[in-house]
């Protein structure tokens, strides 16, 4: 036995190195696939990119000049940081024919468990049933290969998770070729079981002790040709449907520890506001009561349940300080970005030109499971249990906190029903952890929706300018400047950016980060896009799609405004002018199966846009009915087209676009937050008018392209897309040129 160099883990001699080119042949990476002592089959897998593969427009298709994110994206930047510690993927066979997976992943309702498994049963030709993913607790030992941010846990995950169960699977079948004494290259393998030429069946199970004493397997470990695949790109339901839908799925509030009483926090009337005095004698002799303890962002209250928590917290007698920004609300925070804007470079008087300038407002994520956590802090160590796409950095910071080292604590991460980038902060684990070593008993903390809308993460917002120069119906320059409130990285991303040596390209990894992610995807001729970000001490964070979220919008928006200009259609005009053939496919695609151009009633329009990111691209044509002044605009069509390289599950990405869709439907109409003196307005769904059922289209199409190479991402990819169609849509439904989002808000 013998220490990987990368890590602490300990392997054995069984290593197997076997080269595999990726899917679309640009580039070869270099698995090395390893025993993990145990008395049972246990592989795991390092994996090396060999030579970067090239941007799949390097084949002469592109006019414009490559963008940075064309050549390294985010995705890249973050695969890179994670390479070496992605031999944590641990796969198991156990002797009841059970495939276990170890997932350094969160599960937020994006599904990618299931695309997880069904990586695995294709790779060993198992039953997808008999593949269960489990998620780690935080292991600082993996660095940056823990973080779910990104659209990126495909990318990063498909071929290490693919070589991991390949390798198993060689070892499974020599084992059982010793069994049957037959070549191993005559056997086959199906239903999580090898079958020899005459008939004779043994399980994976069955085999697995001898399997994890295999030095070297008789067959080669590296994953199939694409061409044989047959659970990839089959349109899969969800593993934990039946958990999900008949509520035996188990959120942390639904966990069972021992003695964790519930506990709710009292917070102040404004951001970051701070407790000058309280007095809690009424609230102690309430039913129920058993302690009250102040901590850093408020007064937590627990009682022997949440009701009697609730009534306590309320009974409280506090005096609050203001908190920094006590002095803004929303027309000061946009005069201040304003005047951080960096100056555009070519006056308006040298040419023609199309100017905009457009603002957007915060954003709550808005998930539909509050932030919770349990915490048992007691006896020199710590137990925390949440949802967390950032554990390593949680168990950090709360060891930190609580002046423990990082070793004695551990962080359990539990299924979360939803995120959008609000998981990637851990404030209730914290905070739950601060009481349980205050008070020394276990506690289920858990934030109202009204915590979470007021004082939890928010997408900055945001100021824009942009300009556009053309001549003889060509785009000449294009400047956009933008500015935001900036957007808090603190939760790994930033980390696993610098430390890879992306300084070296300059600047802080909130500047990496917008690098590394917005291209302007049009022959639009000097491109220029800088971001200046002004920084307010309020809770910030990535929310769908980060700074695509509103720059690309904002671009998309003004595609269609300069093809007002030129006097041109829409779709012609992007036809004409993109780079990359891949959008003006799926451009080309929802404009013939949305109709486009079809004569609507006047009140009603169609609206168009496209994305670009994560390897992928998007288009998405929505139809538009303005006509109820009471009920307001209704986006009654969407059709979206998507090219996502490979979709592992046609299913699960329909699903993923929808939501994106929805989330472009309501933050473009009417879902947005106001900061009135350095306090959130909103404190709910009721204010935070988020899509309902009302608001949705009647009628939702997908399309998704042949496959055209290894998987992008797509988690967030249609929200830009979307957002800027519904735009598109009600400009041209209203004769006007909406500037502020949401457009009624």
């Not at 042949?25 to 390092?46: D, E, M, Q, S, W």
Request: glycine share 8%.
């Amino acid at each position: 036995m013998q220490k990987d160099p990368s890590g602490d883990r300990l392997r054995n001699e069984s290593a197997v190195e076997v080269d595999v080119p990726t899917d679309a042949g640009l580039g070869r990476r270099r698995f090395l696939t390893y025993l993990i002592a145990a008395p049972i089959l246990t592989v795991a897998c390092r994996s090396e990119q060999l030579d970067a593969p090239l941007p799949a427009e390097t084949a002469g298709a592109s006019q414009a000049p490559l963008g940075i994110p064309d050549i390294v994206d985010l995705g890249d930047a973050l695969i890179l940081a994670g390479a070496l510690t992605v031999w944590n993927l641990a796969l198991e066979v156990k002797p009841d024919n059970r495939i276990a997976l170890r997932l350094p992943r969160a599960e937020v309702g994006q599904g990618i468990t299931t695309t997880a498994a069904m990586l695995v049963a294709e790779e060993l030709d198992a039953r997808l049933a008999d593949v269960e993913v489990a998620l780690c607790d935080a292991e600082p030992e993996i660095l940056f290969n823990q973080l779910t941010a990104g659209s990126n846990s495909v990318r990063s995950l498909y071929t290490p998770i693919r070589a991991t169960a390949a390798a198993a699977r060689a070892r499974l079948v020599t084992a059982a070729a010793q069994l049957f004494k037959v070549p191993a290259d005559k056997l086959t393998t199906k239903d999580t079981s090898v079958i020899a030429p005459d008939g004779r069946r043994a399980t994976y199970g069955s085999l697995s002790a001898a399997a994890s004493r295999i030095v070297l397997p008789a067959i080669s470990p590296a994953p199939k040709d694409p061409s044989k695949f047959t659970v990839i790109g089959e349109p899969t339901t969800r593993i934990d449907a039946r958990e999900i839908v008949t509520g035996n799925a188990k959120y942390t509030m639904d966990l069972d520890v021992p003695g964790a009483m519930p506990t709710v926090v009292a917070r102040p009337p404004t951001i970051k506001g701070t407790v000058a005095s309280f007095d809690a004698s009424a609230a102690r002799g309430m039913p129920g009561v058993l302690a009250i303890t102040p901590i850093p962002t408020g007064i937590a209250v627990t009682a022997e349940t949440f009701h009697q928590a609730f009534m306590a917290r309320d009974a409280l007698r506090i005096t609050w300080n203001d908190g920094p920004i006590a002095a803004l609300s929303d027309a000061d925070i946009t005069r201040k970005l304003t005047s951080a804007l960096l100056p555009l470079a070519v006056p308006p008087v040298l040419s023609l030109h199309v100017d905009a300038e457009f603002d957007f407002a915060f954003v709550s994520h808005a998930p539909m499971e509050v932030l919770s956590a349990v915490a048992d802090v007691r006896g020199g160590k710590a137990d925390v249990w949440c949802s967390s796409k950032s554990p390593i950095i949680a168990q950090q910071t709360i060891a930190a906190t609580l002046g423990m080292p990082q070793s004695a604590v551990t962080v359990h991460v539990v299924r979360g029903g939803g995120s959008f980038g609000r998981r990637l902060f851990f404030d209730a684990a914290l905070e739950a952890a601060q009481v349980s070593k205050a008070i020394g008993r276990p506690v289920k903390l858990m934030w109202s929706r009204n915590d979470d809308t007021r004082h939890g993460r928010m997408r900055p917002a945001s100021h824009h300018k942009l300009r556009a120069t053309h001549l003889l119906g060509s785009v000449l320059t294009y400047e956009h400047r933008v500015a935001a409130v900036k957007t808090d990285l603190g939760h790994g991303l930033g980390e696993a950016l610098t430390a890879i040596g992306f300084t070296l390209l300059g600047g802080v990894p909130n500047q990496l980060f917008f690098l590394l992610s917005e291209n302007v995807p049009y022959n639009f001729g000097v491109t220029t896009q800088l971001l200046s970000e002004v920084p307010l001490e309020m809770h910030t964070g990535s929310w769908r799609s980060v700074y695509s979220g509103f720059v690309a919008v904002a671009n998309e928006i003004m595609v269609d405004e300069i093809a007002r200009a030129l006097g041109k259609d829409p779709v012609a005009f992007r036809k004409s002018t993109l780079s990359s053939s891949r959008a003006k496919a799926v451009l080309a695609k929802v404009a013939s199966a949305g109709h486009w151009g079809r004569t609507m009633p006047p009140g009603t329009a169609q609206g168009v846009a496209l994305h670009e990111e994560y390897k992928s691209c998007v288009a998405c044509l929505v139809e538009i009915d303005t006509r109820d002044a009471a009920n307001g605009p209704r986006v009654t069509k969407a059709v979206v087209a998507a090219d996502v390289g490979r979709a592992i599950n046609p299913r699960g990405l329909e699903a993923q676009l929808m939501g994106a869709t929805t989330d472009g439907i309501s933050v473009t109409l009417q879902a947005g937050l106001h900061i009135d003196k350095g306090a959130v307005r909103e404190g709910s769904f009721s204010d935070f008018r988020y899509a309902r059922m009302r608001n949705t289209p009647l009628e939702f199409e997908v399309h998704i392209l042949p496959p055209s190479g290894e998987p992008g991402g797509a988690g967030e990819l249609a929200y830009p897309a979307a957002a800027a169609a519904v735009a598109n849509a009600y400009a041209r439904a209203t004769g006007t040129s909406p500037r502020r989002f949401p457009i009624s808000g």
